[in-house]
């Protein structure tokens, strides 16, 4: 009852400050009914651009909200957990990763677009784990590339793409913690199930999988195979639109290594709850504000990642 009266008072105060709220395949189950997209990071920021609400509810990590504001300047833009950080995005400070590229002079930057709006200023082109491959092999062969933060999506397209671009050494919490030794139970007690991993996670994981892709890759290979069961190795949020979407098929969350539960949840992407969801709307804070300079340096490269896409058909 305590959360349907929440759930109540969210939806008039979406209505009342014209709302528009986003949510992250990774937060909990309640907060993506509630919302009005849920999907991708970039996927929600371009969504952001296009609705016609003036206010956009962000319920994800502190690196998504400021990509939404970066792509809709003119718009209010609320997160409602800003303490949510990304273990990923906070293993690449901005001076360290301007002095790795200082180290490296005469390389293309490419930053995932995982990373704070400071190190998408010193980035040539961003990526995402969808589109990375493509942009990466759209590039000249000889190009000197720099990738970071994230070193496992980096060895990954230097495998498949047999690039050897420099890696900086960040990685993201939860993908790192998956169990191979776990998985490989799960898979010879379920041998027909699938296993779909997201390409954050280290290459002996990657060498399991079925399908390798971004998050919103996973739920299209699941929708549309024919298989009925699932093993996941990427975050436990996820789960609650697979099997919303996908009727009649069994999907099982990958264990992480050090722990006694069943599932690998992102403590960040979870600060997101009903009540602080609630909160924003009602005291239309926190608001993000970029600085101007930054911004726009740190728009460039996303920019430049669009036009690339487009030029690509992806």
Known sequence: MQNQALIEEIKRLKAERRACVLAH?????????????????????????KVEEPVV???????????????????????????????LADSCGAEEFRRFIEAHPGHTVVSYVNTSAAVKALTD??????????????LPADEKII??????????????????????????????????????ELKERYPDALVLVHPECPAPIRLIA????????????????????????????????????????E?????????????????FMKLNTLTRLRDALRDMKPAVE??????GAARKPIDRMLDLSARLGL
């Not at 991708?40 to 920021?45: E, F, G, N, R, V």
């Not at 980096?154 to 047999?162: A, L, P, R, V």
């Not at 999907?251 to 403590?267: E, G, H, L, Q, V």
Request: charged residues 20%; aromatic residues 6%.
């Open 251 to 267: 999907f099982i969350p990958a264990p992480p290594a050090d722990s006694t539960c069943a599932c690998n949840d992102c403590n």
């Open 147 to 184: 990738f970071g933060p994230d070193r496992n999506l980096g060895s990954y397209i230097n495998k498949i793409s047999g690039r050897e671009m420099v890696l900086w050494d960040g990685a993201c919490h939860v993908h790192e913690q998956f169990s191979l030794e776990k998985i490989l």
């Open 125 to 138: 082109i961003v990526v995402t784990s969808g589109n990375a491959r493509e942009i990466i092999e759209s």
């Open 210 to 249: 079925d399908c390798i892709g971004s998050t919103a890759a996973l739920l299209a290979f699941a929708r549309r195979s024919d298989a009925r069961r699932f093993i996941i190795a990427t975050e436990s949020g996820i789960l609650h639109k697979m099997r919303r979407e996908c009727e009649g098929k």
């Open 57 to 87: 509810v962000m319920c994800g990590v502190h690196f998504m909200a400021e990509t939404v504001k970066m792509l809709a300047p003119g718009k209010t833009v609320l997160e409602p957990a800003p303490d949510a950080g990304c273990s």
């Open 290 to 295: 970029l600085d101007g300079a930054t911004a």
């Open 25 to 49: 395949y990774y937060t909990i189950a309640e907060i993506q009914d509630l919302a009005d997209h849920v999907g991708d990071s970039l996927a929600l920021a371009r969504l952001a651009t």
